[in-house]
């Protein structure tokens, strides 16, 4: 085990002093940074055209701080005043923007229409948020009805028609909340999820490690100092610390800019228990893959001479990608299943189905993390044994007969 | 002499052909022990059997300064024959790293990292990429890496290959000198020259069997028989006449004779005939050289002899 933190400890050392390792674990993320970007510069200038909405009241039956207050209570972007324009006199709303002219009074209000003047550009929205003027002058008309207070209310309350599932009503939850409990869900999700590509595509390179260790002929020299055992167990734990910097790369320079751009409180969404098994079956999965990445790359002697038995294996991880369609639309569907219990597919799949599911299937869950633990041993001790013999030989790709062989012997 | 290694009965098969059969031997303190042989007469192998890289059938190999079991790989300085280095490291990174693996202290491993360096005219490219390097300056720094921490058996495959002869002797002189502190030195090697020159004993082996061992002199003595080079025209039967003379070897107007064991080169001269056209005539024992390429190319002179003495 120490020689194993020998060889960990060096290859962290030696990727991070190589310079195509250190833009490698900045160009993604600040790749991505950018396309976030862009796509919110778009995002703000559309926003940017509802945000001013210039409103003018004419108010003849003293309203106006009734509606004003449904206004901030509403959040809308509006800049309310009162003019003593009449309507006769609204003629020059061609050359305004953003704005309208709303004139109550009590021919509108007994005939129940009230009458809007908008600018030819007006944010789309604008007619949904006035019909939220119409609380309070409702109020006053059942007011002048000569009704109780308690009456009133009865008939403010009026019939609405909420979607309630058998689900949502065990556990209580408005729609509303359900909605921002989906967001809270996601986020452990789409963590996991950034965990686990990180560190499969570092796993990758593992492999590159391992025939580069054939390639440079070296595997001779530093097997005369530690067993093969010792040198892969090494390169799966400095790989995986090497996957880890590069996931706190891509955090750390993402989340502020999530932060920045948005309200959702990540930190606090990220805090729950269930982040913990998510994370978990990230680092399994990867664990699993660097298994049989190390194992591979050990019967390569260069990369670029791939075989089509080593570039299949290649694309093992990238299975779960298939399956994103099928298991996002049904997370608890026939597809969704199968890909809980192959154990290539496994970690991706059940990332994908907690993040979906309100319920999670726990017997599913074990009898998956059970396959994907009995996987990671079987493909440890198989690479163990193909990696002893094929680190030494040189300068040939090992066929799989073989590696088969190997594996037997 | 305290034996640091032995090896005892060792046999190896790959598929069905038989790499190792039965090779035994012992390297000591302070000596340099030399394996010869053709391409493919098993060197490789007896020494990957050695470093634990392979595992032989049968056979066992004792580390006699080392309690316990496995192989002492700290006090092993082993030098492969298909070796490199990883290409976009430092020197003094990867030297550091491969004593670091050997569990020698750090400190003391850039000092001497530092006098090697200086040592074999490497000095200032202790900061310079690995991949910077040439041919030979990366056999140093390997040949380096494989003595920086201070082993008590060094295991050298081929060392001179691709070497240059001043390189080779700044190598000659390295290895000679760690034996003489006391270093246990198993080298296997082509250049038969070198070997004759520095060697202690030797233990010869073709198609994985033993073919000689023993020390240099009892070697020689034994089967370095005289040969008589005769520069002129003369008769082959005529020569074959001459007593003592095993076999003739002629080429162009040269004739080689390979006389007998017993053979008083003195006294033997007095026997040549007269009448010999002599434009040039040479008079010594076979070189390494000589007998190596005879057990290669199975000339038999050995056998010859063997038959001589039967």
Redesign the interface.
């Known amino acids: 085990m120490r ?1 194993s933190m ?2 960990a400890k ?1 290859e962290i ?2 990727n991070l ?2 310079k195509t390792f250190i833009i490698g674990l900045f160009i993604t993320p600040i790749l991505f940074l950018v396309f976030m970007f862009i796509g919110s510069m778009f995002g703000d200038s559309d926003t940017a055209e509802s945000e001013t909405t210039t409103v003018f009241i004419n108010d003849q039956l003293d309203v106006y701080p009734a509606l004003q207050e449904v206004v901030e209570q509403s959040e809308l972007n509006w800049e309310m005043q009162t003019t003593e324009l009449n309507e006769s006199e609204v003629t020059d709303l061609d050359k305004e923007e953003n704005t309208a002219y709303i004139f109550i009074d009590e021919v509108g209000l007994q005939s129940g229409i009230i009458p809007v003047y908008t600018s030819d550009e007006i944010d789309p929205y604008f007619i949904n948020q006035v019909q939220l003027l119409s609380a309070p002058l409702q109020a006053i008309k059942i007011s002048q009805l000569g009704l109780s207070e308690e009456e009133a209310a009865t008939v403010m309350q009026g019939v609405a028609f909420i979607e309630t599932t058998e689900e949502t009503a065990s556990v209580g939850e408005s729609p509303d909340e359900a909605g921002l409990g989906n967001v809270e869900r996601l986020v452990p999700g789409i963590f996991a999820g950034v965990i686990l590509l990180s560190i499969v595509f570092t796993g990758m390179a593992i492999f590159q490690s391992a025939s ?1 260790e054939k390639k ?3 595997a ?8 093969p055992g010792d040198l892969m167990q090494g390169k799966i734990i400095g790989y995986f610390v090497l996957g880890l910097i590069q996931v706190v790369v891509f955090i750390g320079l993402i989340l502020p800019f999530v932060l920045w751009k948005t309200d959702i409180p990540i930190i606090e969404y990220l805090l729950v228990p269930e982040t913990v098994l998510l994370v978990g079956i990230a680092i399994l999965s990867y664990l699993m893959f660097a298994a049989i990445f190390v194992g591979i790359g050990a019967t390569m002697a260069d990369v670029t001479t791939a075989g089509n038995f080593q570039g299949m294996v290649m694309m093992l991880p990238f299975l779960p990608f298939i399956m994103i369609g099928p298991v996002l639309s049904d997370p608890s569907g026939l597809v969704a299943q199968i890909g809980t219990y192959i154990p290539f597919t496994a970690p991706g799949v059940l990332i994908m189905r907690l993040t979906m599911l309100e319920e999670w299937p726990w017997m599913e869950i074990i009898i998956s993390l059970a396959i994907i633990i009995v996987s990671i041993l079987i493909f440890m001790k198989l690479a163990g044994k193909i990696f002893k013999v094929g680190i ?1 030989m ?1 300068g040939k790709n090992a066929s799989p007969g073989e590696i088969w062989k190997w594996i037997r012997a | 002499m305290e034996t640091m290694v032995t090896v005892e009965g060792l046999e190896k098969s790959f598929k069905d052909k038989k790499a190792l059969k039965g090779i035994s031997f012992e390297v000591h303190k302070g000596e340099i022990m030399a394996i010869l042989g053709p391409n493919g007469a098993g060197k490789s192998t007896t020494i990957r059997n050695i470093m634990g890289i392979m595992y032989p059938d049968s056979g066992s190999i004792t580390f006699h300064n080392h309690n316990g079991t496995g192989i002492p790989r700290n006090k092993i300085g082993y030098l492969p024959e298909e070796r490199g280095l990883y290409k976009n490291v430092k020197v003094m990174d990867i030297l550091l790293y491969l004593a670091d693996l050997k569990d020698y202290p750090i400190d003391k491993a850039k000092v001497r990292i530092l006098a090697y360096l200086k040592k074999f005219d490497l000095e200032g490219k202790e900061n310079v990429s690995v991949e910077e390097l040439s041919k030979g300056m990366g056999q140093k720094v390997q040949f380096i890496g494989s003595i920086i921490h201070e082993p008590e058996l060094l295991i050298l495959d081929e060392p001179f290959s691709g070497l240059d002869p001043v390189s080779q002797e700044i190598f000659k002189d390295e290895i000679r000198s760690l034996a003489n502190k006391g270093t246990a030195i198993l080298l296997s090697s082509h250049q038969m020259n070198l070997v004759e020159e520095m060697c202690d004993r030797l233990f010869m082996i073709q198609q994985g069997e033993k073919v000689i061992y023993g020390t240099l002199e009892d070697v020689k003595k034994q089967y370095a028989n005289f040969k008589c080079t005769i520069h002129g025209i003369n008769n082959i039967q005529e020569l074959e006449r001459i007593p003592d003379v095993l076999r003739v070897e002629q080429k162009d107007d040269s004739s080689v004779l390979h006389l007998h064991k017993d053979v008083e080169p003195s006294v033997w001269l007095k026997k040549l005939p007269d009448h010999l056209a002599i434009n040039e005539l040479k008079i010594n024992r076979i070189s390494l050289h000589e007998i190596f390429i005879d057990i290669a190319t199975d000339k038999n002179l050995l056998k010859e002899e063997g038959v001589v003495h039967a």
């Open positions: 020689n020998k060889v060096w050392k030696r002093k190589n580069q440079d002929k070296i001779e020299i530093i097997l005369s100092s530690l067993t030494l040189y």
